[in-house]
């Protein structure tokens, strides 16, 4: 069994919910940190959500208003994923948001 640390980087250009990363189907995965930057030009929410492959549903654990300019810690706490579990994102305004969420993975082979 292999532990992995793991860097997802995202740019949501989008309004819709995004996969940011999806944990592999031998592995579980904890999402430490989701870290995101507003570089656009207006105060705007993120929403973050976890796909659970085994229920096919998004279920939402975070809303934030990120300031124009600023940076923050959008996970308000650790989040593990299960075999095929995605982290989704979404925007309320698109071209605004670009980060990176810290994973470690657990390879389960």
């Not at 740019?11 to 570089?39: G, W």
């Amino acid at each position: 069994m292999a532990n992995r640390y793991k860097n997802a980087q995202f740019d949501l250009n989008s309004t819709n919910k995004t996969d940011v990363y999806t944990c592999p189907s031998n592995s579980r995965a904890i999402v430490q940190n989701i870290h995101t930057a507003n570089v656009g030009g207006s105060n705007v929410e993120i929403k973050a959500f976890v796909f659970d492959n085994s229920a096919s549903t998004s279920f939402q654990f975070a809303e934030h208003t990120v300031n124009t300019g600023t940076s923050k810690s959008i996970a308000d706490g650790t989040i593990i994923l299960e075999e095929n579990d995605k982290l989704q994102l979404q925007a309320a305004t698109a071209d605004i948001f670009e980060g990176t969420v810290a994973i470690l993975e657990f390879d389960r082979t």
